[in-house]
């Protein structure tokens, strides 16, 4: 083989790193006397931390730079938590991995209460998805959702420092963190649909690459690849990613695929739902089918709020 070192483009959060050196110790495994080194580099999302993500809008805030890194020869993977990953790429890029999934769930971090149920009326709960503020609020309209971001660690010393009475975040990053025992319970998935893509780590590279494509085979999870990718032809079927309430969620069964789908108002007035089952070869159009009946009952009107005009197809 005449490929000696793979660079891995990473964002410098705590979590990213965790990720980037979750896959270089895998390549290294697989490939023994393979070099693998990180690229950290800051992206847009990150210098951005205080305005919602949604008006900053764009998706792929998270992604850009890592991609220019590889467009430019800088770096030759680049890793990427699967729910912040843009559904199309730059001409020249693609995705060629998809690791195993983490607990996709979202978690209830609080230093008092167990549950969402344990929370006293009018409670303050950080987060700044809307997909997770508008599942909350169907359930507790009473509750107060206050404006939470930063990376996982930031977002944990805020509630620290008791800006909130509990927190939502990805349960993933928070075990991959090694702070599992923060969470106090799992919000299950019928409560809290996650964001396509949640706990799934996914490697971005160049097309053409196909030398580095075959060093990363050994890496994908296809049960993994097959659920996400359900979930993301729903999502790019919205136009959406995770700064939009949209939530979907694929699992896999005897038969084949089963997506659930739902989009909702941030307010929690509104939730659309949709679910549906699939053999694995029609996962993508599984999703897809599911965001025509999303759009269908009227997600549309609510995404188009959200987006300042720029409807859902
Ligand atoms: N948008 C931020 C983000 N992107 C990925 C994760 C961690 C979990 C994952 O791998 O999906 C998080 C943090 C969070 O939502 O709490």
Redesign the pocket.
């Known amino acids: 083989m005449s490929l000696r070192e793979i660079r891995i483009a990473t964002r410098k959060s705590a ?1 990213a790193l965790w ?1 980037a050196e979750y896959v270089k110790s895998r390549l290294e495994q697989a490939h023994p006397g393979l070099k693998v080194s990180l690229v950290p580099m800051v992206s847009r999302g990150d210098k951005l931390l205080d305005a919602p ?1 949604a008006k900053i809008g764009g998706k792929g805030l ?1 992604v850009k730079e890592l991609e220019t890194a590889l467009l430019d020869q800088e770096a030759d993977i680049a890793v990427h ?4 990953v843009p559904m199309d790429f730059p001409e020249g890029l693609g995705l060629y991995c998809i690791c195993e999934r ?1 607990d ?1 769930r ?1 978690a209830f971090v609080s230093g008092r209460y167990e549950s969402i149920d344990a929370l006293p009326p009018g409670s303050v709960v950080g987060t700044s ?1 809307l997909r997770r503020q508008a599942q909350l609020l169907a359930r507790r309209p009473d509750l107060k959702i206050q404006f939470l971001r930063g ?2 660690n930031t ?1 944990l010393a805020k509630l620290d420092a008791g800006e909130y009475d509990a927190i ?7 075990i ?1 963190l090694g702070f599992g025992e923060r969470i106090r319970s799992t919000l299950s998935v019928d409560d809290s649909l996650p ?1 396509g ?5 996914g490697i971005e590279c160049r097309s053409g690459d196909e030398e580095i494509h075959s060093l990363l085979a050994p890496l994908n999870d296809p049960d993994t690849a097959v659920r996400v990718s359900a979930e993301r032809a729903l999502n790019r079927h919205l136009n959406g990613g ?1 700064q939009v309430p949209i939530a979907c969620y694929a699992v896999l069964e005897a038969e084949g695929v089963w997506l659930r789908g739902l989009v909702g108002q941030p307010d929690g007035s509104e939730l659309l739902h949709a679910q549906g089952r699939a053999p694995i070869e029609d996962a993508e159009a599984l999703g897809v089918r599911l965001a025509e009946e999303l759009l269908a009952q009227g997600a549309g009107r609510i995404l188009s709020a959200i987006y300042g005009g720029d409807a859902a197809e």
């Open positions: 979590l990720q993500l998270f938590s699967m729910k912040d983490e996709p979202d998805s990376n996982v977002r939502i975040l990805a349960a993933a990053g928070l991959r964001a893509g949640q706990g799934a780590v995770c």
